[in-house]
């Protein structure tokens, strides 16, 4: 399995030296138009500045704590389109369904019959039934070359590539049939995981969160706040060595501080987006930092830090959309395990359900 831990770039390669060029100028002739959806635009900026942001976190004469409204809104965020799920259809893999494609971009992968089989519905007609791989693709490594190789081919319609292996199973924990490239997964309906920690540190009886500012050059998200220390879940790591790993490159956290980041839980989101479908499971976790501990970004990805007490973090996820959307769910998660919200609070119990509203398996 050592080969699916290889970079897409090298996987691509590989099986691009075995494919023939009058088959990629046949995909190129026949491409179909793209997705309206699948822009590869760069994103803007966040509009928006850190002075913006602590305006809205200090401002407590507004007397919207008991209000749960704001936190509804970032959880839909996160779920949208689900009325469109009629719209795709599903990819099996050794009879196991492992993802959701959508039936326009179905017809992006006809030309690679020798990768993927698309099968008519029942009723006999030309209607998608489901999508499922080549039968001579037998092992996890063919599979995850031949559909780097795919990937590749499609060009702009997959816009983002990160050169980062995402495993593909039925459910975590559960065998892993290939890896694919991680901008291609909601093209592909995969189930995603990744790792996002809280981390906090406690003066005189109250909390505040360290919260970062995303680079305005960073590909998604340009801007946003987000997490002290977040990331994917690719191939091979486990979950507290990639926690271990993002702190120390993203916030310098050293791992005699990191190894102390306590799993407390997973929030999930389903979300529908023209070709895409996410289907996120993030892995929570939260870690006490000493009190006069400073983060320093060490890979670039994120412009600044701020302390911030909870309660003000909370007012700016209420009133605001200036934070990542998924990070949201994970520190409304966070407010509740550490009792900012109120069980007799209107909605409290339809909130926190929802929080795993996606497929958390």
């Known amino acids: 399995m050592a080969a699916i831990a290889t970079s897409f770039s090298a996987a691509a ?7 023939s060029p009058a088959h990629i100028q046949l995909v190129a002739r026949r491409r179909l138009p793209l997705c309206t959806a699948a822009s ?8 928006f500045s850190w002075a913006d942001a602590l305006r809205v976190a200090s401002d407590t004469g507004v007397g919207d704590e008991s209000d749960l409204s704001g936190y509804f809104q970032k959880v839909d ?4 389109g689900l009325d469109k799920k009629g719209q795709f259809v599903e990819f099996l893999v ?9 039936k326009g971009f179905t017809e992006h992968l006809r030309d690679f019959h020798d990768v993927f089989t698309i099968v008519s519905g029942h009723n006999g007609n030309s209607t998608v039934g489901h999508v499922t791989l080549h039968p001579s693709l037998r ?30 199973t039925s459910s975590y924990g559960m065998p892993v049939y290939f890896s694919l490239e991680r901008a291609a997964a909601p093209y592909f309906g995969i189930k995603a995981y990744g790792v996002h920690m809280n981390g906090y540190i406690e003066k ?7 919260i970062g500012k995303r680079s305005d050059v960073k590909q998604t998200y340009p801007g946003m706040l987000d997490h002290l220390v977040a990331g994917g879940l690719p191939y091979g790591i486990a979950c507290k060595e990639n926690i271990i790993k993002e702190c120390e490159e993203e916030a310098g956290i050293p791992r005699s501080m990191s190894t102390n980041a306590t799993s407390v839980g997973a929030v999930s989101y389903m979300d529908i987006d023209g070709f895409r479908y996410k289907r996120d499971v993030l892995f929570c976790y939260d870690l006490r930092l000493p009190v006069d501990f400073v983060p320093n970004n060490e890979d670039g990805e994120v412009d ?7 309660s003000h973090a909370a007012n700016i996820i209420r009133r605001t959309n200036f934070f990542k959307a998924n990070c949201n769910l994970v520190i409304i998660d966070f407010l ?3 009792g900012y919200v109120d069980p007799d609070c209107n909605g409290y119990l339809k909130l926190l359900t929802s929080l795993r509203g996606g497929d958390c398996s």
């Open 139 to 168: 092992t996890p490594e063919d599979r995850t070359l031949a559909i780097g190789d795919v990937i590749k081919g499609l060009g702009e319609l997959i816009p983002g590539i990160r050169n980062e292996l995402y495993p593909v």
């Open 13 to 19: 390669a590989a099986v691009a030296r075995r494919r």
């Open 94 to 102: 050794e009879d196991q369904v492992v993802g959701y494609i959508h």
């Open 40 to 47: 590869a635009a760069p994103a803007a900026a966040a509009g």
């Open 304 to 310: 600044s830090f701020r302390l911030i007490p909870v």
């Open 336 to 338: 509740f395990r550490h």
């Open 77 to 80: 965020i996160c779920n949208r």
């Open 204 to 210: 005189d009886s109250e909390k505040s969160l360290w």
